[in-house]
């Protein structure tokens, strides 16, 4: 079911997409990929990756892999999500997520809104947008278009902490 947005997420979310740009100009890319697939031998693969024929196509053993990244440290291996359906059906729970705590802190802590609240509202828009910024990044990093299907493609991922201003 689809939570209908507080008034807090609503705020929160103004504007997001500009804020969202400045953020990345600002701290930076959030993370890298290293592009993996479990096709052996495809020659789409070839094609466009394998630098007209002078490529290799290396192996390598997916527990091996798992057993050197550390998600303390911001890696993980996750596998590409190419079904659009499956793909929207998970964004919209990230965001019904996001959306509930919001609304049960509301619940809680009564109406968070600027002219009750002041500073502590703008913290609380602050994470929420961080929040939704956070789950967009990770959901980019597992999400690709279907025609890339026959790739069969993982991904090492490794986030990167937000860079920090200078002073």
Not at 4 to 25: H, M, N, Y
Not at 27 to 33: A, I, N, T
Not at 54 to 80: D, H, I, M, N, P
Not at 118 to 135: M, Q, T
């Amino acid at each position: 079911s689809h939570l209908d947005p507080s008034g807090t997420i609503r705020r929160a979310l103004g504007g997001f997409w500009e804020w969202a740009v400045q953020e990345q100009l600002r701290q930076g890319p959030h993370l890298y990929v290293f592009c993996l697939s479990e096709v052996d031998d495809l020659l789409s693969q070839w094609r466009a990756y394998g630098g007209y024929g002078a490529g290799y196509a290396v192996g390598f053993s997916a527990t091996g892999l798992r057993s050197l990244l550390r998600a303390s440290e911001g890696q993980y291996l996750v596998k590409v999500v190419y079904d659009r359906q499956q793909q929207e059906q998970e964004a919209v729970a990230i965001f019904n997520h996001i959306a509930s705590v919001a609304e049960q802190y509301e619940q809680a802590h009564g109406r968070i809104d600027a002219a009750t609240c002041g500073h502590d509202a703008i913290l609380v828009e602050r994470k929420i947008r961080n929040a939704f910024l956070s789950e967009i990044i990770r959901l980019r990093a597992r999400f690709k278009i279907p025609a890339f299907r026959e790739e069969e493609e993982w991904r090492i991922v490794q986030f990167q902490p937000p860079a920090v201003d200078k002073p």
